[in-house]
């Protein structure tokens, strides 16, 4: 029994959050964790009664898989047996005829099959000796493992009043190991998924070894190609039920032990279903002493809707096919048989025993569960609007389950509403100030926009006028790589730099270490790295005389230069005449000293310099002249 996987467990890659599960478990088994991603079910608390597997829509609930454990046995040498619940007629409705169920059995493997009726009928004649006999003690009946795990867990007060006796499936399970001997391999097959749990309880799981859900054997007859046209018909192996057929309805049990039912005079209350049967515990647990009665339930509306089977609706139509299929067992009963077999039967030891297991959790203190109220808007009693949508009765029960760290807050609906109104109302402020921000933007897009068309204009007027002039310009970066030069510094330096004009427009990228000599570049790097001027400096380059000015534009980034030659015709006049101004200015400085002592020697000094100056610029206004009539 060791290292068993639990009955039913969450796979987390299936979960969507819905918390459907949570909102239907009777005893609050699936806890759901701040910091945990998903739901997950505390095997110890769980009861197996399956809501949480009917009520997940993605399927992220599974219960414990016998399949493998049930093609092994098959396969082995041992001989096997099948027993049948009588909720085959509410399950396998597509199949025309029991016989051709029972084929299809035999022929995935089974050596024997058995309806479980028969240990209905031994049952029932049990429960009718004990409530005959009960002497003013009034029982729960044993049968549904779900409610037996709810009285033992969460009832233990109760457990006393479970009646001592095995459920059909256990006595069933007792005739045929005493038929066919102890070696034998029983499978179960029934709509019940608690009962792979329940089998575990006798002899360590070896009374009966397997259990398959109608689901699993579905799933068996379409592996193994099985279908109703290819088997030929069957009947069960005796020995054959009565009434127990009707087992599948809450009240077959009672009929089959032929207990009055009518109200006014029977001893036995039937309750199924999950509302009916935990309100059934509670009133058993405070009036019992007033309502005397024995309690029959069943967890389900009946076994003709358990978790197992592949459908869960058409309650109705469901009795309706198990009534139909009792009457057509029981009319070919051989009555005088029946009674032999269990006058037989009725030998073997039926009874039972129980244990408490309390998975109670202590109440929270009243300050926790005020403050979870707190926290999901339910501070005021006027507050509670108790619409069970979160699964519980009350929102002060719920608050009471969130304090014990079974459920968070998420879990109830006007808790939801409320922080989803406050979602969108900050979604709604964030989009209209992303309106505003895109707005702005947009402005900011077109001013910037605006902006590089002007200094485009800017670049490309500037650009112009450099290219017209008869200077030439030569900006460079930190590398002394040319970043932009004029035509005319092109043509100053020469045809290296004309040929490489013409590959690479305005010399950009070109490396001035290549272009000029190392006295002149070397300029640049000193005017970059000092971050200061060179003014006017006249460097011979070949047969020419340049006069170059050298300013920084970037700090250690980038400079600028402005280079004439001042052999050409436009420049060179221009130059003298420059020059002798700056000697006359110069001069003057010292005529003025020196007039003093002189007197007027003086201003005859200046009238001859004057008089040269504007000899040089007729002579080059004359030559200008000339060049542009021819």
Not at 132 to 151: L, Q, R
Not at 369 to 379: A, D, F, H, R, T
Request: contains cysteine.
């Amino acid at each position: 029994m060791e290292n068993i996987p639990p009955v039913l467990v969450i796979n987390d890659k299936k979960c969507r959050n819905s918390y459907s599960c949570v909102r239907v478990c009777p005893v609050s088994a699936i806890e759901v964790r701040p910091q945990r991603e998903h739901p997950a079910i505390v095997p110890d608390r769980c009861v197996g009664c399956g809501l949480c597997f009917v009520s997940c829509s993605p399927k992220a609930i599974e219960f414990r898989d016998s399949k493998e454990n049930a093609r092994r046995l098959l396969s082995s040498e041992r001989k096997t047996v099948a027993l049948i619940a009588p909720s085959i007629a509410s399950e396998f409705d597509d199949i025309t005829d029991y016989r051709k169920f029972v084929g299809m059995i035999r022929l995935l493997g089974f050596d024997y099959v058995h309806e479980n009726s028969f240990g209905v009928d031994l049952i029932a004649a049990e429960y009718a000796n004990l409530f005959a006999k009960a002497e003013g003690k009034y029982y729960i009946t044993a049968n549904c493992p779900a409610v037996v795990k709810i009285i033992e867990k969460y009832h233990p007060e109760l457990v006393p009043n479970l009646a001592p006796l095995v459920s059909p499936m256990i006595a069933t399970a007792k005739v045929v190991k005493e038929l066919y001997g102890d070696d034998v391999a029983v499978i179960y097959i029934g709509p019940c998924i608690d009962t792979k749990d329940e089998i575990l309880l006798y002899k360590s799981g070896k009374l009966i070894e397997c259990v398959l859900t109608f689901i699993e054997l579905r799933q068996l007859f379409d592996e193994a190609g099985i279908q109703e046209r290819v088997v030929k018909m069957s009947e069960f192996d005796p020995p054959y039920g009565h009434w127990g057929a009707l087992y599948p309805l809450p009240a077959g049990i009672i009929q089959a032990a032929g207990i009055r039912r009518d109200m006014v005079t029977s001893s036995v209350i039937t309750a199924s279903g999950k509302e009916e049967v935990l309100e059934a515990i509670s009133d058993f647990e405070k009036y019992i002493d007033t309502m005397h009665h024995h309690f029959n339930l069943f967890f389900c509306h009946g076994c003709l809707l358990g978790p197992g089977m592949e459908r869960h609706n058409e309650r109705f139509r469901r009795r309706a096919l198990v009534s139909q299929y009792a009457v057509k067992r029981v009319n070919k009963l051989d009555k005088e048989q029946w009674k032999k077999d269990i006058e037989r039967w009725s030998k073997l030891d039926f009874s039972r025993s129980f244990h408490p297991n309390d998975q109670r959790i202590p109440e929270p203190p009243e300050e926790a569960v005020n403050e979870v109220l707190k926290i999901i808007g339910k501070e005021n009693a006027d507050d509670e609007v108790n619409c069970g949508a979160c699964g519980y009765k009350s929102c002060r029960e719920f608050a009471s389950t969130v304090a014990k760290g079974l459920a968070v807050p998420e879990m109830c609906q006007t808790y939801n509403l409320r922080n989803k109104q406050q979602y969108i109302e900050t979604l709604r402020q964030t989009n209209r100030k992303l309106a505003e921000t895109k707005k702005a933007l947009k402005e900011s897009e077109e001013a910037a926009l605006r902006e590089k068309e002007i200094a485009q204009n800017a670049s490309d007027m500037m650009n112009n006028m450099l290219e017209k002039l008869p200077t030439g310009v030569v900006i460079v970066d930190a590398n002394l790589k040319i970043l932009h030069s004029n035509k005319s510094f092109i043509n100053i330096i020469g045809e290296d730099a004309k040929a490489i004009s013409e590959i690479i427009p305005g010399l950009a990228g070109a490396d001035l270490k290549t272009l000029l000599p190392f006295n002149v570049y070397n300029m640049f790097t000193f005017v970059l790295k000092e971050d200061e001027p060179v003014v006017s400096k006249d460097v011979h380059l070949d047969e020419r005389l340049l006069n170059v000015s050298i300013f920084p534009i970037k700090k250690n980034k980038m400079c600028g230069a402005i280079i004439r030659d001042l052999y050409s015709p436009e420049v060179q006049g221009e130059e003298v005449t420059a020059r002798v101004t700056e000697v006359i200015e110069k001069n003057l400085e010292m005529v003025q000293k020196i007039g003093f002592l002189l007197g007027e020697g003086a201003s005859e000094t200046e009238q001859m310099l004057n008089s040269i100056i504007e000899s040089f610029r007729k002579k080059r206004n004359a030559g200008n002249q000339n060049r542009k009539n021819q």
